[in-house]
C-alpha cells in the first residue's frame, strides 16, 4: 500500500505556472506507475498526465499537451506535475494516483491508490 500526499496548488493568474508535487510513503514507490487526474466541480475526474515506473515514458491529455509536464524522483518518492500556461479552465482540485497496472493513460477506475487532492485555481 502506497499513501499519497499532494502539494502546490494554490491561485494564479491566467499565463502563470505552478509545479505540483506528490509525495509517496513506503519503499515501493517506483513499483507504481503514476498518474495526476483533476476534477472541476460537477464534472467527473479526468486523466492529466501519467508517468510509468521508471520515468521513461509520459502520457498527457489533449488539454495538457505541450503545457504541463510529468516527472517522477524516484529517490524522492516524488511525482510532479510541472504546469505552465495556465488556462481558467484549468481550475480543478488535482488528485495525484497509483497504479501496479499496465494503463497508464486511463481512467480513474485504472488507479488503486489516490491522495486527498489539492486546489489549483487560475483567475482570468
Known amino acids: 500500500q502506497v499513501q499519497l500526499v499532494e502539494s502546490g496548488g494554490g491561485l494564479v493568474q491566467a499565463g502563470g505556472s505552478l509545479r505540483l508535487s506528490c509525495a509517496a510513503s513506503?519503499?515501493?514507490?517506483?513499483?507504481?506507475?503514476m498518474g495526476w487526474f483533476r476534477q472541476a466541480p460537477g464534472k467527473e475526474r479526468k486523466f492529466v498526465a501519467g508517468i510509468s515506473r521508471s520515468g521513461g515514458n509520459t502520457y498527457y491529455a489533449d488539454s495538457a499537451k505541450g503545457r504541463f509536464t510529468i516527472s517522477r524522483d524516484n529517490a524522492k518518492n516524488t511525482v510532479y506535475l510541472q504546469m505552465n500556461s495556465l488556462k481558467p479552465e484549468d481550475t480543478a482540485v488535482y488528485y495525484c494516483?497509483?497504479?501496479?497496472?499496465?494503463?497508464?493513460?486511463?481512467?480513474?477506475?485504472?488507479?488503486?491508490?489516490w491522495g486527498q487532492g489539492t486546489q489549483v485555481t487560475v483567475s482570468s
Open positions: 494516483a497509483a497504479t501496479r497496472g499496465t494503463v497508464v493513460a486511463g481512467p480513474s477506475t485504472f488507479y488503486d491508490y
Open positions: 513506503g519503499r515501493t514507490f517506483s513499483t507504481y506507475a
